[in-house]
């Protein structure tokens, strides 16, 4: 289904975007991984290019400046051929009550989770208009739908992903670009492994199915709507949450 096609995924070092990289890997699409981390990005690469046998690319990049994101697209079309796959994952927490929350926690947090998304999308944007053809699957959280208390910046900005969502799907449409978003609900990673005990336990009781997801769980889904078995879907939002926002 992938053969041929290459994917970018930002913040794929570890966590929910390794696991995007591999699921797409394991159907034979070749993978960038970029992350602020070198180092461990380069060692993902490496991981899944022996396990998998595709090709693999690691770029590094902070999805906050705008020329890592436009080097990552050139980087990838350049060595790759073309690029076809563009999934915004990274993102950070800086939790804090609204009335605490300091200036540089809501900054840092709005900058990653939601201008990094837009220097995404506009890298990509670029050699997809020119070959006619792209799958943009922007990684939101239910947070961005129901709000969370101590995310006042958390929640605004994968909300705003939302939003951003809508409006390139609208606007790519007629380019043969497709833009999904997809909003996670609690799932088991070094982000949510950080959170207090007691934190964690009240997710894990807000959930219907009763558990947390997998990383892998989110991998699915981006590879289906990165998938030509998702031609006809855009703009759309996607809950794998194990049922944490039914009705949002
Ligand atoms: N884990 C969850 O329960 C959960 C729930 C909802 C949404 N999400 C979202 O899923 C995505 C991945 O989360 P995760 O749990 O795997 O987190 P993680 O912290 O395990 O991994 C995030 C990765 O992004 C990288 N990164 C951070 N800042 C960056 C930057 N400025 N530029 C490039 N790379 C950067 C980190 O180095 C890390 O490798 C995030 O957007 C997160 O908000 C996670």
Redesign the pocket.
Known sequence: MFENKNAVI??????????IAESLAEKKCNVVI????QD??QQTANEIAAKYGVKTLAVA?????KE?MTNLAQKTVEELGSLEIWV??????RDDLLIRMKEDDWNLVI???LK?VFNGIQAATKPMMKAKYGKIVN?????GLIGNAGQAN?SAA?AGVLALTKTAARELASRNITVNA?????????????LPEAVQTE?AKMIPLKK??T?DD?AKAVRFLASSDADFITGVILRV?GGMAIGF
């Open positions: 930002t913040g794929s070092a570890r966590g929910i975007g390794r696991a970029s992350d602020i981390q461990a990005a990049g902070n999805v906050t400046k890592d915004n994952n990274a993102g950070v927490l900058d990653v989770n990094g990684i939101s959280s239910v947070a958390y994968k997809i909003t996670p609900g609690y799932i088991q990673t070094d982000m949510t492994g950080a997710l947390s997801g990383p989110i949450d």
